[in-house]
């Protein structure tokens, strides 16, 4: 079996809804397994800025725990100089999240509506300011 054939078992579909002043994302089942995780419960008032550009990364990442296979997938929690960060992605595009008063600085996930997210999360957290 490919790792290709591996992401089309289970309930692999990541999941994201905003509801009584938090983003909700929970994991699809293999993204689960690979990131060791199982979703993220966050208040909006924590969330500082939500895009759809990834910084680079580098060797002075350490992953623990978590998964990366090169070109395929880079899932779970990594130690980097901008601080703790947790990373789903894959070839999709990423939507960001930075945080503060949170156990991670950043949040990378991939998924298809990325840009449609961003949108979503900077109006929602755009309302808390008025």
């Not at 419960?41 to 978590?66: D, F, M, S, Y």
């Not at 990373?87 to 939507?95: A, C, F, I, M, S």
Request: hydrophobic letters at 40%; proline letters at 4%; aromatic letters at 6%.
């Amino acid at each position: 079996m490919r790792i290709a054939d591996i992401v089309l078992l289970g309930n692999n579909e990541l999941k994201l809804e905003i509801s009584d002043g938090k983003l909700k994302i929970d994991l699809g089942d293999l993204e689960k397994v690979l990131a060791i995780r199982g979703g993220f419960e966050i208040p909006l008032e924590h969330i500082v800025k939500a895009g759809t550009e990834a910084h680079r990364t580098g060797w002075k990442e350490i992953r623990a725990p978590g998964t990366h296979l090169p070109g395929v997938v880079k899932a779970g929690t990594y130690y980097t100089p901008r601080g703790r960060e947790f990373w789903y992605v894959t070839e999709k595009g990423v939507l960001v999240l930075e945080l503060e008063n949170e156990p991670y600085k950043r949040i990378v996930l991939s998924m298809d509506e990325n840009k449609e997210w961003a949108e979503r999360i900077k109006e929602a957290t755009g309302k808390l300011l008025r």
